[in-house]
């Protein structure tokens, strides 16, 4: 069983930076996509950002400009450095690696990293 570990969430001050990092604890082959997403209390899960194997990356509005995701993708593992972080920010952080299966893909999650932001 392949698991995704995240390491890196913790409590900051409103302005502060914290680095989160993901690796998968065996290869995982023909991954499409890595990325994070994050779920805040009360609300739905969503996309933080995400970085393909030719690198392009996609970013939530929110982020755009603090967060920078980066990736070595035959290596399975992500990190996303977080800059002048929010109190809106404050979420639990889920790595997320897409895997492609013929013409379908396979998700992996990690089992999330609590990130706090105090104002």
């Known amino acids: 069983q392949v698991q995704l570990v995240e390491s890196g969430g913790g409590l900051v001050q409103a302005g502060g930076s914290l680095r989160l990092a993901c690796a998968a604890s065996?290869?995982?082959?023909?991954?499409?996509?890595m990325g994070w997403y994050r779920q805040g209390p009360g609300k739905q899960r969503e996309l933080v950002a995400v970085?393909?194997?030719?690198?392009?990356?996609n970013y939530a509005d929110s982020v755009k400009g603090r967060f920078t995701i980066s990736a070595d993708i035959a290596q399975n593992t992500v990190t996303l450095q977080m800059n002048s972080l929010k109190p809106e920010d404050t979420a639990v952080y889920y790595c997320?690696?897409?895997?492609?299966?013929?013409?379908?893909?396979?998700?992996?999650w990690g089992q999330g990293t609590q990130v706090t932001v105090s104002s």
């Open positions: 065996r290869s995982i082959f023909s991954i499409k996509t």
């Open positions: 997320n690696a897409e895997q492609l299966q013929g013409l379908e893909s396979r998700g992996y």
């Open positions: 970085i393909a194997g030719g690198g392009s990356t």
